[in-house]
């Protein structure tokens, strides 16, 4: 069964940057891809970005692009998803979901990671 | 970018049936994905890739498409499907990779 851990909530002041990291298990990771969901408090479903787990490709959404890095480690099967220059809107719950192509799966389980920005 | 739209709001009777629709004009090349989202729970993905349904996952749920609205229903809706629902859907005409609808939040009566 597939099952993607998540690294803690964080909280950073304005202007400073954030880690999340995502560890799959239960499938060949480099099989899929992983995708990273945002979701600021009281709203919806954000697409941020992607990343090919097998090769490292990634495409970001044109409103993250510069700001985001999405990494794997296919030795640890971890995702990776930094975002820099933070503002006050990037509060939100960050969810990483396994990629398969024309649709994606979060793991019920996860929780995701809450980064909080304030100063 | 394709935008798809959702009803903000639904309600149902307890047994009843009720129709989620996603409305927008990148519905074509792809399967919608649907998801069901609970407070504070991470989205449980319900129907894809041409109304498949994960394991666990009541035949209740089912989804469709006609031009450009997808649909998903619920055929004699549970108290524990209260809940927000949204689609989705691999876009490659845009910038976006995939794209998620505004969200429905359903109520049952």
């Known amino acids: 069964q597939v099952q993607l851990v998540q690294s803690g909530d964080e909280v950073r002041k304005p202007g400073a940057s954030v880690k999340v990291s995502c560890k799959a298990s239960g499938y060949r990771f480099y099989s899929y891809g992983i995708t990273w969901v945002r979701q600021a408090p009281g709203q919806g479903l954000e697409w941020m970005g992607w990343?090919?787990?097998?090769?490292?490709?990634?495409n970001y959404a044109p409103r993250f692009q510069g700001r985001v890095t999405m990494t794997t480690d296919t030795s640890t099967s971890t995702a990776y998803m930094e975002l820099r220059s933070l503002i006050s809107d990037d509060t939100a719950v960050y969810y990483c979901a396994t990629d398969y192509g024309d649709y994606i799966d979060f793991d019920p389980r996860g929780q995701g990671t809450l980064v909080t920005v304030s100063s | 970018s394709s935008e798809l739209t959702q009803d903000p709001a639904v309600s149902v009777a307890l047994g009843q049936t009720v129709r989620i629709t996603c409305q927008g004009d990148?519905?074509?090349?792809?399967?919608a994905a649907w998801y069901q989202q609970k407070p504070r729970q991470a989205p449980v993905l319900v129907v894809y890739?041409?109304?498949r349904r994960p394991s666990g996952i009541p035949d209740r749920f089912s989804a469709s498409s006609s031009g450009d609205t997808a649909s998903l229903t619920i055929t004699g809706a549970q108290a524990e499907d209260a809940a927000d629902y949204y689609c989705?859907?691999?876009?490659?005409?845009?910038?976006?990779?995939?794209?998620f609808g505004t969200g429905t939040k359903v109520t049952v009566l």
């Open positions: 890739r041409n109304n």
């Open positions: 990343i090919n787990a097998y090769n490292g490709n990634t």
């Open positions: 990148s519905l074509r090349r792809y399967f």
């Open positions: 989705n859907f691999r876009d490659d005409s845009g910038d976006l990779r995939y794209v």
